[in-house]
Nanobody, 116 residues
Framework: VQLQASGGGLVQPGGSLRLSCAAS????????MGWFRQAPGKEREFVAG????????YYADSVKGRFTISRDNSKNTVYLQMNSLKPEDTAVYYC??????????WGQGTQVTVSS
């Protein structure tokens, strides 16, 4: 399985970014997908998840109302739309594939920096 995350960058507070994660090597629609992040000196934390197929979405409290996870099974891609970004959202963001209780496959990460 290969997961290729992209879309990170430098953005000002209040700005937006959309992350993408393209998957290959498995039947994408059969798996839940998730986004996690890790800030310097902190543990990796869950950000958002989406069930397989046309699935329900789940969010960490810290991003509810600001981030939206979605998937396009025809493109084997999961997205994370991030709005109203805050400096505390600065982290390396990782996509993952598996089930909502266990993610077995991980991408390489993309850096998101929120700073003025």
């Amino acid at each position: 399985v290969q997961l290729q995350a992209s879309g990170g960058g430098l953005v000002q507070p209040g700005g937006s970014l959309r992350l993408s994660c393209a998957a290959s090597g498995r039947t994408f629609g059969n798996y839940a997908m998730g986004w996690f992040r890790q800030a310097p000196g902190k543990e990796r934390e869950f950000v958002a998840g989406i069930r397989s197929g046309i699935g329900g979405m789940y969010y960490a409290d810290s991003v509810k109302g600001r981030f939206t996870i979605s998937r396009d099974n025809s493109k084997n891609t999961v997205y994370l739309q991030m709005n109203s970004l805050k400096p505390e959202d600065t982290a390396v963001y990782y996509c993952a594939m598996g089930s909502l209780s266990r993610y077995d496959y991980w991408g390489q990460g993309t850096q998101v920096t929120v700073s003025s």
